[in-house]
């Protein structure tokens, strides 16, 4: 199982990027892929999933309206998209999967940590 991260940089406060998370080594379509972020000094937060079984989506209140989650069958690939960044969301960014079915609700809790991880990627937004 692999999974790279891409995309992070440095932005300035209300700009935009995306965030891409190319996966390999498992079936795309059984697989739920999260994204975690870590600002320094702080513990892993659960942002956006997506589940590839059944294409059911879930969002922290705290990015709810500026990031959307989508995800590419044919690229094995999936997609964070970040609106109006602000300096708090300056972190190093995560995805992560774990295997799920149609029906299980493997997005419901953001918290739960996923069985595989990529390595991280930073993102910064400068004020």
């Known amino acids: 199982v692999q999974l790279v991260e891409s995309g992070g940089g440095l932005v300035q406060a209300g700009g935009s990027l995306t965030l891409s998370c190319a996966a390999s080594?498992?079936?795309?379509?059984?697989?739920?892929i999260g994204w975690f972020r870590q600002a320094p000094g702080n513990g892993r937060e659960g942002i956006s999933c997506i589940d590839n079984s059944d294409a059911t989506t879930n969002y922290a209140d705290s990015v709810k309206g500026r990031f959307t989650i989508s995800s590419d069958a044919a690229k094995n690939t999936v997609y964070l998209h970040i609106n109006s960044l602000q300096p708090e969301d300056t972190a190093v960014y995560y995805c992560?999967?774990?295997?799920?079915?149609?029906?299980?609700?493997?997005?419901?809790?953001?918290?739960?940590?996923?069985?595989?991880w990529g390595q991280g990627i930073q993102v910064t937004v400068s004020s």
């Open positions: 992560s999967a774990a295997p799920t079915r149609p029906g299980w609700g493997r997005c419901k809790e953001l918290s739960k940590l996923f069985d595989y």
């Open positions: 080594g498992f079936p795309f379509d059984s697989y739920a």
